[in-house]
Structure formats: C-alpha cells, structure tokens
C-alpha cells in the first residue's frame, strides 16, 4: 500500500429500527486496502451497520460513501452496480440451498458476465479450490459442514472479484483452528486482490491478527466511542469500556 | 434424617440461627421461606442472621432460591447476612446470582391496553397491511414488465422444476378432489331429482356446476393449501437463512429471481390443471348415474348439451385468476416472513388463509360479473 486513499466514508449515520435509535452519529473512513473491523459488545448494532454498508437497509439519517458516489442517494441502476462490486459472507453462510455450492458460485457470473459455461465452471473451481474446497462442486449446502458452508459462501463473495469484502462474524461456530485459517485467508486475499475488507467480529485475537483500522461502537451511549488500529488502541486509548473490551476484562479485574 | 427442614433458634444480640438439615432436592417437599420470614420482621427486631449446616445431608438450587429469598428480604430489612456457615459451593452460587444487579429496564413493560387503543392499532396495522399488499402488486407487476421486456433475471430450469411440482406432481390430489366432489353433486342432485322423476338432468347440474364454478374454486383451493403455503414457506426460509439478503446485495431482484417464477409456474398450470378436474368431476357424476341406471352414453350426450363454450372459458379464466392471487398470496408472506422457524409457520399458515379469501373473494366477484353481463 504506497499511498493512502479513502475508499469509505460514513457521515453521520443514524441508525434505527421504526423509533428506537440503536446508534447515532457514526462517522469514520476506510482506507482502500484496510482491513477494517467493526467491533462491541454482543447486541450493539454491529451488524445493522454492516446492512446500512451493503444496501440492505436505508439509513435513517446520514450517508455511505463508496468513493465519492453515495450509496443511498445514488439511482437503483448506480445502486447495484456499486453493490456488484461487493462480496459478503453472511453469518451462516446463506448459500442458496436449493443450488449446488458450484451452482451458487456460478450465478452471480452468470447474472452478470458473459463468460461460456466452461468459463464459468473454471471460475467455480478456482474459486472453490482457493478456500480448500475443490471437489466439493456437486455437493448442497445442507450436505457440508458449517465451516465448510462459510467457506463456501467465501467462495460465491469472492465469485465477482469484488473489491469490497464484507464478513459478519466469520468465526462465530468456528472451532480456533478453522477460525485462525479464514483469518488467514481474509489476509491472503486482501494482499493478493487488494480488496478493501469489513469484519464485524467480537473475536479478540482475530481483531489483533488482522485488523489494521477498526469503529468501537457503544451500546451504552449508542455511538462510536473510538476508531483506530486496534493494537494503538489497546496501547493508547485510556478508556475505561475499550481496555475492558480488548483485555477481556481484565483491565477491570470483574467479570462482565 | 432424610427429610429436609429448617430450625431457627434466637441467639444473644438479636441474632436468628437458621439450622438447615437433611435433603434438600427440587421436586421434593423442601420448606419455604415464609416461616424464616415472619420471623425476620417478628418482635423484637432481629439485627443479623447466621446459618448452620450440619445435619444437611443433600443440597440443589432448590436451597438456593430458598436462600437468595431470604437474603433479599434481609437486605431490604437492613438485617446483617453472615453466610460462612454455608457449604463454599452454595456460598459461590449465590455471589454469582446476586453479583449483577437486576436490570430494570430491560423487563418488558406489558401494558394493558385499552380496547379503544388496540382497536386503534389493529386499524392502523390493517392499513399498513393493505399498504403493503398494493405496493407487493406493484412492484410484481413492474417484475412481469421486466419480463416482457426480456430484461427479467431468473434461471429457467428454476421455472421448469416449479411447473413441474406444482403442475404435474399435483395431478393425484387433483384427481381425488374434484372426483370426489363431482360424486357427491351429482348424488345430493339425484335424490332431489328423481321426486320429479327428472333424474337424467342430473347431467345437465354437474356438468354446469363443475365446469363453470367447482372445477376452479376446488383446483384453486388446493392449490393454496399445497402450493401457496409451499412457496411461503421456502421463501421464509431463505428469509431466516439471509438467502434472500444474499441475493440482494448481489442486486438480483428477488421479485423477478423468486416470485415470477413461481407466479407464472402456477398462473400456467391453473388453466390445465382446472379442465382436467372438470373432466374428473364430470366422470364422477357418471359414476352416481349408472348406479341410478342412467346409461353413460346419455348422461355425456345431456352433459355436453348442457354445456356451452362460455361455461368453459368462465371456469379457465377463473383458474387463471385463483393461479394469480394464490401464488400471490403465498410470495407476498414468504417476503414478509421475520426471521425465527415459528414466523415460517405462520406465514405459511397466513398464506393458505390469504389464499382461500382471495379466491372466495374473487369468486363472488366474477359471478356478480358474469350476471350483470347475462353469461
């Protein structure tokens, strides 16, 4: 990464599921390249951010910015054509589950490539082979395990060669050696494609391994409270809630 | 010694012993804190209270809520707790329940509310319902626009395979049905008719009623309860699994990747599936007539005489219309569908319901049509 450039913006975002405002004024960027991660306790809105970053659900106030263009003021037809640059790993995975996991790999290419079906069937076992997975093409999702499955939607995000990459909690029902090898991968794709990467993650040592710019977000205040690379964080940040949370509560020597 | 029971002994300096012994295991008769209590607040006030465990034998959380009772109550009372004579697990136990103060506000409020105020939010849920049902046709209909267009994005072995099991897997149970419906027209019909020795229009009366109405409203019926719950079930179930939000951020409309499919898949099968079970239900009123001795020649000679081209194509449109509103139906709670097992199942349930109205509804609405143009 030679020179910085500023890939997302959110200003001022808020929040809010009808009238309760889970969290205002949220402002922070990312950097093209970073590998960023939204972090705080269970419950806060982690992932409600991560639905307002991807066009799933429409901001009550404030914007998103993809470098310059903002998401939910831009038209449908600019709309999905930013999102078509967006890989995501949902927190089950959500492979389609009536479709082969080769079938699921294939249909954003077919929705939105021109390559042959020979083509394609490449691109789907590259894609599978890069997440330990090839030979897997004819199998469904409810036939593989749920490593497998997360890896699997893995695969089907990185189908477009997006330069954004979300995950919402990617080692959540991992056990810590699968965990420590998709923290791995997240580091090997973002220096090989040089995706921008989002993680939504609680995990500590996923949020030290990988992370090199991250929000704190405080169901308490229900706002940021601090953003940063977690490792200065944990260094220099004073805050009582944030040396809690990156020392696992052992700055505060209570159980939370 | 087995039994569990609870001794309490003043000491000097108003302080209360409570003597803990035997068994103590939930689902047995353990005592309650009711006694402990009245003695808390009995004359002259106790100041502290300590406990004593030898003779206990056997304890589990039913000691506990029997303990953590009481220690509330002596908080309240200001009453000093001195809790070394409890076994060290029991001691641990009730530090953990009592560490994190109860959170007051997360308690839902369960308000009672007035009947006024939940006629009021039943209302204004109905209008938002409404709301969403018109904006659900819209933007069906902006899909099917697309469609002509050719510019709709769906696989068409996805639509193979729907035609497939709503069309021809539902051949059987359409069958059985409008069979069986056909008999028993034709059966309540005879009886009347034979008073007048007129039992040959028997015919004439199931041939009309079957291909004109019953045929379709049988078909349609169904089909809401096979296909309509089938499509809100997998599509609240893509809902729960994020499948659809997958989708989405793929910016592949689920309007046009699920629901057209689905709403062409039975709006094409209706039509044939409608005039198989007219010709099921007409065979079965054959059936009743030769037991009556109607030969089966005359029975199809009145039958077709009886019939006429407007009673057909009244019976085909009506099917295409029950394909529209019961594929409708059952897509639109799918997409509404939340997000946990027992939502599927109500949206499922909700999508038959809304079906079988849609089809009543729409039932009433072509007769009165139909009436006033004289058809």
């Not at chain 1, 263009?69 to 999905?80: C, K, P, Y």
């Not at chain 2, 639109?332 to 997000?339: E, F, K, T």
Request: net charge negative; with cysteine; charged share 15%.
């Amino acid at each position: 990464m030679d020179k910085i450039e500023t890939h997302i913006t959110i200003s001022d975002l808020t929040m809010a599921y009808g009238d309760f405002v889970l969290m205002r004024e949220l402002n922070f960027t990312i950097n093209r390249g970073d590998i960023f991660i939204i972090m705080g306790g269970s419950g806060c809105g982690k992932s409600t951010l991560l639905r307002h970053m991807v066009g799933l659900k429409v901001p009550a106030k404030g914007k998103v910015f993809y470098g310059g263009i903002s998401l939910w003021d831009a038209g449908s037809e600019e709309r999905a054509q930013l999102m078509r640059r967006f890989g995501i790993l949902y927190q089950s995975g959500a492979l389609w589950s009536s479709m082969t996991l080769a079938e699921n790999v294939a249909l954003p290419l077919q929705q939105y490539t021109d390559l042959s079906d020979q083509e394609i069937a490449a691109q789907v076992s590259l894609k599978l082979a890069l997440v330990g997975l090839s030979g897997f093409e004819e199998f469904y999702p409810s036939e593989i395990s749920g490593g497998m499955r997360k890896r699997a939607g893995l695969a089907r995000a990185m189908a477009l060669d997006p330069e954004v990459l979300f995950f919402d909690e990617p080692s959540a029902g991992l056990d810590p050696v699968s965990a420590k090898r998709l923290d791995d991968l997240i580091l090997q794709l973002r220096d090989s494609l040089g995706a921008t990467v989002v993680v939504v993650t609680h995990e500590l040592s996923s949020i030290f391994a990988i992370g090199n710019n991250s929000v704190f977000l405080d169901p308490e205040t229900r706002t940021m409270i601090a953003a940063g690379d977690p490792n200065l964080l944990l260094r220099e940040n004073n805050d009582p809630r944030i040396q809690n949370f990156l020392t696992r509560g052992q700055a505060e020597g209570t159980l939370i | 010694m087995n039994e569990a029971a609870i001794h309490l002994k003043r000491l000097p300096g108003e302080i209360l012993a409570i003597h803990l012994a035997g068994k103590w295991q939930l689902g047995k008769d353990v005592p309650s804190s009711e006694n402990v209590r009245a003695e808390l607040i009995a004359r002259p006030p106790v100041r502290g209270i300590v406990f004593n465990t030898d003779g206990l034998s056997f304890w589990d959380s039913s000691i506990l809520t029997f303990l953590v009772d009481i220690m509330k109550h002596c908080v309240e009372e200001g009453i000093k707790i001195k809790s070394d004579g409890l076994p060290t697990g029991v001691r641990q136990l009730i530090d953990l329940a009592t560490a994190v103060p109860k959170k007051e506000d997360a308690q839902k409020s369960v308000v009672d509310e007035s009947v006024l105020s939940r006629v009021g939010s039943e209302a204004i849920q109905f209008v938002k319902s409404t709301g969403e049902l018109i904006s659900f046709v819209g933007v069906t209909s902006i899909a099917i626009a697309r469609l002509i267009q050719g510019k709709a994005r769906f696989l068409s072995s996805d639509l193979w395979l729907l035609i497939q099991e709503t069309g021809i897997q539902a051949v059987p149970i359409v069958s059985l049905i409008s069979f069986l419906v056909g008999l028993i027209l034709a059966f309540v019909g005879i009886l009347q008719l034979q008073m007048f020795g007129a039992q040959v229009y028997v015919a004439d009366m199931v041939s009309i009623a079957m291909v004109r109405e019953m045929g379709a409203i049988m078909t349609g019926i169904i089909m809401a309860g096979r296909t309509g719950a089938a499509y809100a079930a997998q599509m609240g179930t893509m809902q729960v699994n994020e499948e659809i939000d997958a989708l989405e951020t793929l910016a592949i409309s689920p309007m046009e990747f699920l629901v057209l499919p689905r709403v062409m898949a039975l709006t094409l099968m209706m039509p044939p599936l409608v005039l198989y079970a007219d010709l099921m239900g007409v065979l079965g009123g054959a059936m009743v007539a030769r037991l009556y001795g109607i030969r089966l020649t005359v029975y199809l000679n009145r039958a077709i005489g009886a019939l006429n081209l407007y009673h057909l194509f009244i019976g085909l449109f009506m099917g295409f219309v029950f394909g529209v509103l019961v594929s409708m139906s059952g897509c639109l709670r799918g997409m509404q569908c939340g997000r946990s097992a027992s939502e599927v199942g109500n949206a499922a349930t909700s999508a038959v319901v809304t079906g079988i109205v849609a089809i009543i509804v729409a039932t009433a609405v072509i007769t009165v049509i139909c009436n006033i143009l004289g058809i």
